[in-house]
């Protein structure tokens, strides 16, 4: 059973910047697809970004150029950037795990989620 904790949200200013992380335990990781989604308050979970094993990311329209997923095998862990943040980048984040290949940005195709961090963009 693989385990994900997320962390490093918070309260920001527009144009800042956070780095949320995403610690895994339990399986693979290397041979994990990652993901990272968010969820607006009153809004549906929304895919954010995400990155194979094999590398090759892939990122919702909205946070290209600001966002930046990459993962270290090493260390189990999966990381967001994300620059030049705004008040709509506001949200709950929530990292994302799934064993085989992942397309497009459904969440249905993860196996396992962490719990959250929470993101708070202000203008």
């Known amino acids: 059973q693989v385990q994900l904790v997320e962390s490093g949200g918070g309260l920001v200013q527009a144009g800042g910047s956070l780095r949320l992380s995403c610690a895994a335990s339990?399986?693979?990781?290397?041979?994990?697809?990652m993901g990272w989604f968010r969820q607006a308050p009153g809004k549906e979970r929304e895919f954010v970004a995400r990155?194979?094993?094999?590398?090759?990311?892939a990122y919702t329209d909205s946070v290209k150029g600001r966002f930046t997923i990459s993962r270290d095998n090493a260390k189990n862990t999966a990381y967001l950037q994300m620059d030049s943040l705004k008040p709509e980048d506001t949200g709950d984040y929530y990292c994302?795990?799934?064993?085989?290949?992942?397309?497009?940005?459904?969440?249905?195709?993860?196996?396992?989620w962490g719990q959250g961090t929470r993101v708070t963009v202000s203008s």
């Open positions: 994302a795990a799934s064993p085989g290949i992942v397309r497009g940005p459904s969440p249905t195709q993860y196996n396992y």
């Open positions: 339990g399986g693979a990781f290397s041979r994990y697809t």
């Open positions: 990155i194979p094993w094999s590398g090759g990311t």
